[in-house]
């Protein structure tokens, strides 16, 4: 028999004992082994993954060198096409997470954003309130509207995260379970560990936020309804008290919004597919 092994099997025990002609084929770093009784073959590939090569006559050797060379081509390509297929799934569910997380990042930014025109509009209708209070109250309510759009935005961003970090982690450990090697399935497992614990931490941070968040936005609306009631000065001083409180927790909201945007950043770079042009 004629099979078309690749150099590492030169210390397979099957071989110690037999005698056989080889013909290196450059380039490959594969060697045509005959076994000196058998005549040669042409290439075909089994279950196993292996090429062997079908009996033809012995003055074809050479010419079949060509074909089992070819054969080697298309194994390769055979071999990384179903390898890529595999990994496709799950690199696909860590490319969905990591948009959502960069979206995520993104619009927990523009809520930092909107957060401060909000509080400088409070600021100016409560603190220093012209003769006119209609346009100061139109830009408060304007600002107060936006920041609860976004608000609701981030939510439905942040679930759609979650859900698909959820996927992404359940074939991570579905793929882990298919790795007969030891020593790679436990670096896979610990790495999965880490990842998941990065993400969790974050996904944390930012429900914790979120939640502060909620009734500080409940605050401005309740102001924005006395005021639409009583838009006088009296009125003003009634709701000066809950403005400065509010105006103060909307400060420690954007630090604490700001550093979550990003924490989610620096973890989806992290967890990224990386192609070979990139060094994210």
């Known amino acids: 028999m004629i099979i078309l092994y690749p150099p590492w099997e030169r210390s397979n025990p099957l071989f110690a004992s037999q005698a056989f ?6 380039g490959y770093g594969f ?3 005959t076994l000196s009784d058998p005549a040669p073959l042409k290439w075909k590939v089994t279950e196993n993954g292996q090429i062997e ?6 003055t074809h050797l050479r010419n079949d060198m060509k074909t089992a060379v070819s054969g080697v081509i298309f194994g390769t390509v055979l071999t ?5 297929s595999g990994c496709a799934s799950t690199g696909s569910k860590a490319s969905s997470t990591t948009r959502d997380m960069d979206q995520a990042a993104n619009e927990v930014n523009a809520i930092v954003a909107q ?3 909000t509080l400088t509009s409070l600021s100016n209708l409560v603190l220093h309130p012209a003769p006119n209070l209609v346009p100061q109250h139109r830009e408060f309510t304007k600002d107060t509207q936006r920041l609860a759009s976004l608000s609701a935005r981030l939510d439905a961003t942040a679930a759609q995260m ?10 991570w450990d579905e793929g882990t379970a298919k790795i007969s090697n030891e020593q790679l399935r436990a670096t896979s497992e610990e790495r999965r560990a880490d990842v998941s614990s990065a993400f969790d931490a974050v996904a944390s941070s930012l429900q914790k936020s979120r939640a502060a968040f909620d009734p500080f936005l409940a605050d401005l609306k309740d102001i924005r309804q006395v005021l639409n009631l009583d838009l006088t000065q009296g ?11 509010a105006m103060a927790h909307g400060e420690e909201l954007r630090e604490e919004l700001s ?22």
């Open 21 to 26: 002609d080889e013909v290196g084929v450059a």
């Open 31 to 33: 060697k045509l082994t």
């Open 53 to 58: 090569l079908i009996p033809r006559p012995k």
């Open 80 to 84: 990384a096409a179903i390898l890529v």
């Open 115 to 117: 957060t401060d025109r």
């Open 162 to 171: 979650e859900g698909r970090a959820e996927q992404y982690f359940k074939e």
């Open 235 to 245: 009125g003003i001083r009634s709701v000066q008290g809950v403005a400065m409180k």
């Open 259 to 280: 550093a979550v945007a990003q924490n989610i950043t620096r973890l989806s770079a992290k967890m990224a597919p990386q192609g070979p042009s990139e060094s994210r």
